[in-house]
């Protein structure tokens, strides 16, 4: 008999943001790719490139497009050398030419672009979305995308060389902390890296993909000479488990000889590289494999780093997970310190955190996406910064975090309008403790957008309100409605002002025991700590710990926060409190697996007369051997956990047990195996008895 556990208890994930706020940011991104067969008639050329349409828009609290701005993003594969005269979005279903409908400044003359005889040239321009027209076309784009398309001109085709539809995309964050002592064999550089890779992909009516992106980030450090090397000779992502050296997947084009690149002679600097996956490239399929991994399984994948001196790989990492919140602000002058007068300026933006934890909670490292809307400013301003910062409302404090404006990378806006879109990788020390701070309280920084003229900031918000303290509403067994609770039971608590942000387990490593504080929130039982699978606003998953006396009528249950502590809340507990867990509340469908293959039963996957099928609950109290709060069970070589007696009935008959043990690998599940009794069929219930307490009901379906 299998013993392993299907389904993840680290709860439901729910959307985490500051406060309300009456306009809201969002970016959407689409992906194309132009081909010259797609040209309205079809040329004959081996002419491609790969788009990225960023499409970033402002909505009213009715959700409602009001402003917004489009990026493009093409990265070009031409056949020869070639002048683009004309960079646009056209209103047209594929097969049909259409008016433009969002052109950018290549519009021919000293506006073109010479491509050289390679063919490659990477186009970034952005274009404002002022006019009603305009925004409704936008809105229309988004709904219909498949109705637009990009196309790019060029002197030979001044009607257009190559084009393709747009198509939505959807979007993923995963890291890895890359070290010398996850290669295969361990190097010994002084380097490591913090990397990020932003995963796009988009899908036809079918769900298959058609486009994708990885876009790669990596911040490198130690990197000296005389332990790394003088030159990066690749940057890839590879299929293969930790420990083991698997082939290349996704590569950035960085190699050996003319294609090395040169580390900094510091030792550190930043690596960023865009790989377009597409039907034209050879490798499609193998690509495609990797980017629906990234999404699905990160950790079958890692990301490496190559020198001239490890040819084989300096320093890796698996990818992982990551967790992550929005924080939709109002940046405005008045914000700032002291408040800037005669400036009607404002910036509905988004500031999104990626986070990759410790064993124990705290953040380890982090991405942070800037997605800044600036409306209002004088015609020709020039913007030199963008930056979170430590301090609460009316205190100026340092930069922690940094997007790189300025300098060099100075925006100049022709007319007082536009968005900065920017991916920020933070692996500083004093980046990695403003994150922590962030995930307990944001209210204590704030984001802020500086120009020449106003160079301390010219509109600035904090990223959250403070925060309130936190109630209690109600508590309930994680799988079902069952108000009582034993100890080690997996326990939901709702209220409001629960967590500022939003966290499971997926961004964990290394975790062999539950972390009894997350996000600064902690909650004790009967004054004992609760271990943490899941804190959010409006909901926490913790485990009752096993120190809890049971048979009490009541033990008090306190939540405490950055905001304060609640009110204390009553729960009940008991010795035993079975508790199954349910997978569709609609139907009562219960978490009952066959076996063979750990499927769920349901209407189309019926278990049959005799067979075995495993049934997962909490509330079984403590094991044999006992169990420790909080602590992962050991793996089934070690030894199984079993509960007391348990009876199991299906359909009313009974169901002979084969075993009920604690789930290896897990704290505060339960698994009970038993034989699918004769003379039941259809939808029957399941219900088990541990002692005197009786579980809720579930539904299984029997042949």
Not at 299 to 321: A, M
Request: include cysteine.
């Amino acid at each position: 008999m299998k013993k392993t556990m299907f389904l993840s208890c680290a709860g439901l994930l729910l959307a985490c943001a500051s406060g309300a706020m009456a306009d809201t940011a969002q970016t959407i991104p689409f992906l194309t790719q132009l081909l010259p067969a797609n040209e309205t008639p079809p040329i004959t050329d081996t002419s491609t490139a790969n788009v990225i349409v960023w499409v970033h828009v402002i909505r009213d609290n009715g959700g409602n497009i009001t402003s917004g701005s489009v990026d493009f993003d093409v990265s070009t594969r031409f056949s020869s050398a070639v002048t683009v005269t004309g960079l646009h979005i056209h209103n047209a279903p594929a097969g049909t030419a259409g008016s433009i409908v969002v052109p950018t400044d290549v519009n021919g003359g000293a506006n073109s672009i010479a491509v050289d005889a390679t063919g490659r040239v990477r186009i970034q321009k952005q274009v404002q979305v002022p006019a009603p027209a305009t925004v409704a076309t936008i809105a229309d784009m988004i709904a219909n995308p498949q109705n637009y398309y990009v196309n790019i001109h060029t002197t030979g085709n001044p009607g257009g060389a190559m084009r393709g539809q747009i198509v939505p995309a959807e979007m993923k964050i995963v890291m890895g902390l890359m070290g010398v002592q996850n290669e295969v064999p361990p190097t010994t550089s002084n380097g490591s890296a913090v990397a990020t890779v932003t995963v796009l992909r988009s899908k036809d009516a079918g769900g298959n993909v058609v486009f994708a992106e990885a876009i790669f980030n990596a911040l490198y450090t130690g990197m000296d000479a005389a332990s790394s090397g003088t030159m990066f000779t690749g940057f890839h992502i590879h299929k293969q488990v930790a420990g083991v050296n698997g082939s290349v997947i996704l590569n950035t084009g960085i190699a050996g000889g003319a294609a090395a690149v040169a580390i900094d002679p510091s030792g550190s600097g930043t690596l960023n590289y865009l790989v377009p996956v597409a039907p034209s490239d050879a490798t499609f399929v193998a690509e495609v494999d990797a980017i629906n991994g990234l999404f699905d399984n990160p950790g079958g994948f890692y990301i490496n780093v190559h020198t001239d001196k490890f040819g084989g790989g300096v320093v890796r990492d698996q990818l992982r997970n990551t967790d992550s919140a929005t924080f939709q602000v109002s940046m405005l002058p008045a914000n700032e310190t002291p408040p800037i007068v005669g400036l009607a300026a404002t910036g509905t933006s988004a500031v999104s955190i990626y986070t990759l934890r410790n064993a124990d909670g705290s953040v380890a490292a982090g991405t942070a996406i800037f997605d800044v809307n600036f409306r209002g400013f004088p015609a020709a301003t020039t913007f030199t910064g963008l930056h979170i910062h430590d301090g609460p409302a009316g205190v100026a404090g340092g930069v922690t975090i940094n997007t790189g404006l300025g300098g060099a990378n100075t925006i100049v806006s022709d007319t007082g309008s536009g968005n900065v879109y920017r991916l920020v990788t933070v692996s500083t020390a004093a980046g990695i403790l403003t994150l922590n701070s962030i995930v307990k309280d944001a209210s204590q920084q704030y984001v802020n957008l500086h120009t020449t003229v106003n160079t301390g900031g010219a509109i600035r918000s904090q990223l959250a309100l403070p925060l309130a303290v936190p109630v209690v509403l109600g508590v309930a067994a994680n799988a079902s409605p069952i108000l009582r609770a034993a100890p080690g039971s997996i326990l939901s608590i709702y209220g409001t002002n629960l967590s500022q942000f939003t966290s499971g387990l997926q961004a964990f490593r290394g975790i062999t025991a539950l972390p009894t504080s997350m996000n600064g929130v902690g909650v004790t039982i009967q004054g004992f700590k609760a271990p943490f699978y899941f804190v959010s606003p409006l909901q926490l998953n913790v485990q009752v710990p096993f120190e809890v006396t049971a048979g009490a009528a009541t033990q008090p249950l306190v939540v405490t926060t950055a905001g304060g502590a609640s009110a204390t809340f009553n729960i009940n507990v008991d010795a035993l409190a079975p508790s199954l867990f349910i997978v569709d509340a609609a139907s009562n469908l219960g978490a009952v697996v066959k076996n063979s293959d750990f499927s769920l039963t349901t209407r189309t996957n019926p278990a049959k007369v005799g067979d075995p099928v495993v049934i997962y609950s909490t509330g079984l109290g403590q094991v044999t051997p006992a169990a420790f709060t909080g602590v992962l069970l050991a793996p089934p070589a070690a030894g199984f956990n079993n509960t007391a007696t348990v009876t199991v009935t299906i359909g009313g008959q009974a169901a002979p047990v084969i075993y009920s043990i604690g789930s290896p690998g897990f704290v505060g599940l339960y698994q009970t195996a038993v034989t699918v009794p004769s003379g039941v069929t259809g939808t029957v219930p399941v219900v088990l008895k541990a002692g005197t307490a009786t579980s809720n009901s579930v539904n299984m379906v029997v042949q």
